[in-house]
């Protein structure tokens, strides 16, 4: 265990205020000991809170929280602005009522405003900063702006609509990575940026030079700003951020101390709109991340371990050999190519394969572009991403009939990321699609033939599953020893079984049944499993599980790891009530009911929810 003898001293930012200067490189090598040590054990995001260390203690130096606000694009870069404003807490980081991998407004009053999604930052911060020149304060707003959030479309859209005259100071941390290697024209145009050395040196000279001529009068000001800006634009052809009115400075070297001290202090005294340009190596201070900073951007609890195959990898081998014989077959991820699977596609078909950055609207209206020309395009995004293309699901997909097919990694609750990060609302707005169809597979079997359905069906499709891989007792109980009722409708019981009660779901909440039909066991009821591999459209599972409920059940329940209103027990639930084998059963449903699950201490998620075997059997009696 690393000595840590000057962070320990650190319990507010006044105490990091009160160090001495030259004490902020030794400070930030402890820093960094203290993130490998601990987050290899929790598990978290690792590589790019290695990169901000120096960044965020120049910032909580220079600036006062919570009157200044520092907003984190993305969320998960603030572990060390936890530290420094008080949280040290990281044994209970990333678990349910414990510390939280990203900024939360209710954690703490120095966290002004919460994300765990990409490219938000810019657009909160004008309102913070508009809202203090309305109120005449003189407060700043600082944003961390890294990890490839740039490469979102948001981010772009606020920039159009800064104004010069406000305290906001955008720092880009540029450090060549989302969770994989950025990608697209301004990425490319920032590192070219980055790579002007000439340019920088001439723009530093004349900056030097000119500022030291007395200004006369405003015409003098004037003519000294152009004739910087016609040196520099002879230079360096165009600046992007200075031609929409944003004063640009850099680059700079994020971590070293000094050069970010000193850059943040000279913006802080130009009290305008300001982006400060900064290089920073994700993984900074320890070979392994810095070589594979993709690996180490987010580390499972008990750190890095080698890789078990999963329902994501699983996805891009699939697709990667269905591509080989289908030549229209492409793949598309928004800056995830890694963490959906589909790097395997990505090496073996690279002219089929698309990562747009992270942009999730713009991937979803670009599939359908590429399945109007004939194309038949598989995009993969984790649920919680996939929630910022809705619109362009619906009206650029659906409403064409275009075959895209969206592969919904990472559904249900998702107890180290938390509320950002659950897979629960992806069936409820699905759900209200027309003409979409749903797929809930829940083996690498099941999987792969959801993906063949949804080639042959050609049709907009959405196959989900949750992260991880197989549960052993869900495969064993459905697939080796169970029954195939009808398509897509699975049981671990034969129809002719004397069932009093049937749970009906899917996905990996399976797991909950079965250990509900055990506990009904010692209570001398039997009980059983319906297990869904596909949802949507309702109408044609209705009726499927019509002529599938035994005779015998007189009660039915619907476990569902989503939220219970617009979901699929509901949806199934106004199609079921129209035949008359349904008119007597009880029908119970267990869901999210209006809840974003933040989670409780001691308790798991579905603890948490309500979703488990115990809260199952607990209904059961409860409305007899």
Not at 102 to 113: P, Y
Not at 485 to 513: H, L, M, Q
Request: net charge negative; with cysteine.
């Amino acid at each position: 265990m690393t000595e840590h003898s000057r962070l320990n001293k650190i319990k507010s930012v006044s105490d990091l205020k009160a160090m001495r200067e030259e004490e902020m490189p030794m400070l930030a090598r402890e820093i960094r000991s203290f993130l490998w040590e601990n987050v290899n054990k929790t598990g978290g995001h690792l590589a790019s809170n290695l990169g901000v260390v120096e960044m965020t203690l120049a910032i909580h130096r220079l600036f006062d929280t919570p009157k200044d606000h520092i907003i984190f694009d993305v969320g998960h870069q603030s572990y060390v602005h936890k530290l420094l404003t008080g949280r040290n807490n990281f044994d209970e980081l990333r678990i349910p009522g414990g510390l939280s991998g990203f900024t939360k407004r209710s954690e703490s009053e120095h966290d002004c405003f919460g994300a765990g999604h990409s490219s938000t930052s810019l657009s909160a911060a004008l309102g913070f900063a508009e809202s203090d020149a309305r109120q005449g304060s003189d407060a700043y707003t600082v944003v961390v702006l890294g990890d490839g959030a740039f490469t979102g479309g948001m981010i772009h859209e606020a920039i159009n609509n800064c104004r010069e005259d406000l305290r906001l100071i955008i720092i880009l941390n540029e450090n060549e990575m989302s969770i994989s290697r950025n990608k697209g024209g301004f990425a490319t145009h920032l590192s070219k940026m980055r790579n002007s050395k000439r340019y920088f040196k001439v723009k530093n000279a004349t900056h030097g030079v000119l500022d030291k001529i007395p200004l006369v009068g405003k015409g003098a000001a004037n003519l000294i700003r152009d004739t910087k800006q016609a040196l520099k634009n002879a230079i360096y052809k165009s600046n992007y951020f200075e031609h929409l009115g944003l004063y640009y400075m850099g680059p700079v070297d994020g971590n070293d101390y000094s050069a970010v001290s000193d850059v943040i202090s000279v913006a802080k005294s130009l009290e305008r709109s300001t982006v400060i340009h900064m290089v920073t190596k994700k993984g900074k201070g320890f070979k392994e991340s810095e070589e594979m900073p993709q690996h180490y951007h987010m580390v499972p609890k008990g750190g890095l371990k080698p890789e078990v195959e999963g329902f994501s990898a699983n996805l891009g081998r699939i697709l990667s050999e269905k591509a080989e014989v289908c030549d229209d077959i492409c793949g598309i991820t928004a800056a995830m190519p890694h963490g959906t699977g589909m790097e395997v596609l990505k090496y073996n078909h690279r002219d089929r394969f698309y990562d747009v950055g992270i942009a999730e609207e713009h991937a979803a209206t670009f599939a359908a572009g590429l399945a109007a020309n004939g194309m038949r395009p598989f995009f993969a995004c984790y649920s919680s991403f996939l929630q910022r293309a809705y619109d362009n699901i619906i009206h650029d997909v659906a409403l064409q009939s275009l075959p895209v097919t969206l592969c919904i990694d990472r559904t249900g609750l998702n107890e180290g990321d938390g509320a950002t990060h659950h897979g629960i609302f992806d069936v409820s707005f699905l759900s209200g699609v027309p003409g979409l169809e749903i797929y809930t597979p829940v083996t690498y079997e099941s999987l792969g033939r959801a993906i063949d359905l949804a080639y042959e069906r050609a049709l907009p499709c959405a196959i989900r599953y949750p992260k991880g891989g197989e549960n052993a007792d869900i495969k064993d109980n459905f697939y080796s020893n169970g029954h195939a009722f009808a398509p897509y409708i699975r049981s671990d019981f034969d129809k002719n079984e004397d069932i009093s009660c049937v749970i009906i779901t899917y996905g990996g909440i399976a797991s909950e049944t079965l250990r509900a039909e055990k506990l009904f066991a010692e209570k001398g009821i039997k009980c059983g499993t319906l297990l869904l591999e596909k949802l949507k459209p309702y109408g044609d599972i209705a009726a499927a599980l019509a002529d599938t409920l035994p005779d015998t059940c007189d009660t039915v329940v619907f476990l569902e790891e989503g939220i219970r209103n617009g979901g699929a027990a509901l949806c199934l639930y106004d199609k079921l009530r129209a035949y008359p084998v349904f008119d007597k059963k009880r029908y119970i449903v267990h869901a999210i009911d209006d809840d974003f699950v933040l989670g409780e201490k001691g308790r798991t998620l579905r603890q948490s929810a309500k979703l488990t075997a115990e809260d199952i059997i607990h209904s059961y009696f409860d409305k007899k």
